[in-house]
């Protein structure tokens, strides 16, 4: 604001996810109530949203899948991060898959950190830690498969080929929740979010996770329904009243109708995935 009051010059603001308090805070700060704003829901669609509602809250049992897809293919385990809301939870996630896993969590059984196919990122690691864990990620033969993270991961940090982000745990807000679904499928492969609903959002938010929990809707629409702004057309969610299931009636090898890759719940609707 100051350099607005100095300088007579058009002022241009951006963001990726926004939120309606958002957006009143940035029009309020930067008094931009004659601006002419452009926006849209910002949606990802290569990214399949499975929403898990009945667990065991137990690491060992619910993120059984992934303990074995890391233990068995090993390099050929899709990039994943597992977010927790704390730093405490992240490190009870850590330390139990790891004792798990054992010698299995070390590319080909051989223990050495820097055959380490499990790592964990927060606020207080190392430095030459984030550098490592930032760099190995990068490459695409990257040793290191599985990172369990804190939102401190998603600061600056931009690694394309991420292909899993799973949510354990409590979910501050769906703002929080929708920049760490983010995190995966940035090179726009098919691509997937879990969330594991065993505790959610308090406020407002708490709606749009009970939507998630009651599984009575798409989830995406769900989550989307938070971000439609003032600002936006009434018309601007038409479009997931317009989709077609796919109608055959004999099991798809692999689906890709507009249900079988929005959300579990969709493709629970879809005809191919009932045979």
């Known amino acids: 604001m100051k350099l607005r009051s100095i300088f007579d010059c058009p002022c241009l603001a951006l963001s990726a996810t926004v939120s309606q308090d958002v957006y009143n805070d940035i029009v309020r700060a930067l008094q931009l109530q004659d601006a002419t704003v452009k926006a849209g ?13 009945k667990q065991s809250h137990s690491v060992e049992s619910d993120l059984m899948w992934l303990l074995n897809m890391l233990s068995t293919r090993q390099h050929a385990c899709p990039k994943t991060l597992v977010f927790g809301h704390s730093i405490n939870v992240v490190a009870d996630i850590y330390s139990r898959m790891m004792t798990y896993l ?3 969590a070390f590319y080909e059984g051989v223990v050495d950190p820097k055959k380490c196919m499990l790592s964990m990122y927060h606020a ?5 830690l984030r550098k490592h864990i930032l760099s190995e990620l990068c490459k695409p033969d990257s040793v290191i498969r599985v990172v369990v993270c804190t939102i401190a991961f998603g600061m600056g ?3 394309a080929d991420l292909k899993q982000v799973v949510h354990w745990g409590k979910v501050a807000s769906v703002l929080t929740f929708w920049q760490e679904v983010g995190r995966c499928g940035r090179d726009g492969s098919q691509s997937t979010a879990v969330l594991y609903v065993k505790s959610t959002a308090t406020g407002k938010d708490k709606d749009v996770f009970d939507k998630l929990k009651s599984n009575m809707e798409c989830h995406r629409l769900a989550v989307l329904q938070a971000f439609k702004l003032s600002v936006m057309s009434d018309d601007v969610l038409d479009v997931f009243k317009n989709r077609q299931p ?3 009636l004999t099991k798809c090898d692999i689906c890709v109708c507009a249900f079988c890759t929005c959300c579990s719940h969709c493709k ?3 005809q191919c995935s009932k045979v």
Do not use: K, M, T, W
Not at 124 to 128: A, D, K, L, M, V
């Open 268 to 270: 629970g609707l879809c």
């Open 124 to 128: 207080h690691i190392s430095e030459p």
């Open 157 to 159: 940090v931009q690694i």
């Open 41 to 53: 829901l910002p949606d990802r669609p290569n990214i399949f949203l499975d929403v898990v509602a």
């Open 102 to 104: 054992g010698n299995r």
């Open 246 to 248: 796919c109608s055959q």
